[in-house]
């Protein structure tokens, strides 16, 4: 299986937190439409097989009206094999999901909505400049049930001045209006972003890491009680509502990156586009690609593995390290873990290394703790 990544790079305004490509500017919307459709043309033969999931991300894809959404399907249906049944997520803000707006995805091929709630209390919107009110996260949920069954919501902690109550009671919210997946993520302060420019001026306090922290034991035991799997260190969904796009990236399937930044894999090789718009848009009218490309190692394709296989429920198996890179991999990769398994960080059963519940907050850690250096 494969999947396709759009990159759709506008937004209404920009989060203080964020540093993703985008612009705010919506005056080359159409013109980068046209651009993406053109770059799917240009690269319809980089993927074999079919077409498993389609994502829509960004920037802010609910920004796009039914005609360019409706006019990227049929260039991605006319180009690519896609499946049956295959995923197709859209992500949404709440201040785009209007009754009507709900309506127009619906008579399109989008069957999953990821909607970026981040918090349902006003004060912490704001201090994240979200374009949305407390009021609209609510009723976009309501509404959007309505109407899809696949639905995944966004929600930040660790945000300053978030008491454990509050991040509870946003928790409580969520699982009270039976959503089926959440995607949870710790604000985390990110190079030449406004927050970090306010926590530097004294204006936000800064993040407070075993606040974070103890938000997130509060996340586990919450999704826990109401059924929800943690299928991967962020992500939390019932039955059935796996997000199939995320698993396939974490169990290092190839997916097509297309738009301004977008990032492409295809088992051998990395590549991702200029994250500039206007040169994207001008390169791509050109029928030339503006992407760079690297070729993986296999150090790179090991480190990748760990890092991946250590934030899922799945683990790594030392069997498939052994098969894929060789033994001496696996018995360094063992040799590293045996102060980790001490410390009972990390579990080893069945010849798979997972991530103890003692552990799962410092899985990034864990993960480099394995990574090798120059083992060939």
Known sequence: MSGIYIHIPFCKQACHY???HFSTSLKKKEELVNALCTELVLRKNELDGNVETIYFGGGTPSLLSSEELQQIFETIYSNFKVSENPEITLEANPDDLSKEQIHKFTNSQINRLSIGIQS????????????HKASEA????????????NISIDLIYGIPGMSHERWKKNLEIALNLDVPHLSCYALTVEPKTALKK???????????????KQHYEILLSETEKAGLENYEFSNFGKPGFHS?????YWEGKPYLGIGP????????????????????IKSIE???????????????????????GLRTKKGVFLGKVESE????????????????????????ENETLKISKKGKFLSDGIAADLFLVNLD
Not at 120 to 131: G, I, P, S
Not at 286 to 308: C, H
């Open 18 to 20: 964020c540093d993703f």
């Open 286 to 308: 050109a029928g030339e690609l503006p992407s760079e490309k690297e070729l993986l190692s296999k150090q790179d394709k090991y480190n990748e593995y760990i890092m991946t």
């Open 198 to 212: 306010f926590i530097e001026k004294g204006i936000v306090p800064p993040v407070d890491e075993e606040a974070a």
């Open 120 to 131: 349902f209390f006003e004060e912490d919107l704001k201090l994240m400049n979200r374009a």
């Open 244 to 248: 199939r796009n995320n698993t396939a």
């Open 261 to 280: 930044s977008a990032h492409s894999y295809d088992g051998k090789f990395r590549s991702w586009n200029i994250a500039n718009n206007t040169k994207y």
């Open 138 to 149: 609510l009723e976009s949920i309501k509404e959007a049930k309505q109407y899809f069954e």
């Open 325 to 348: 890179f060789g033994k001496k991999y696996s018995e360094y990769l063992l040799k590293q873990a045996e102060n980790l398994l001490k410390n009972n960080l990390l579990i080893l």
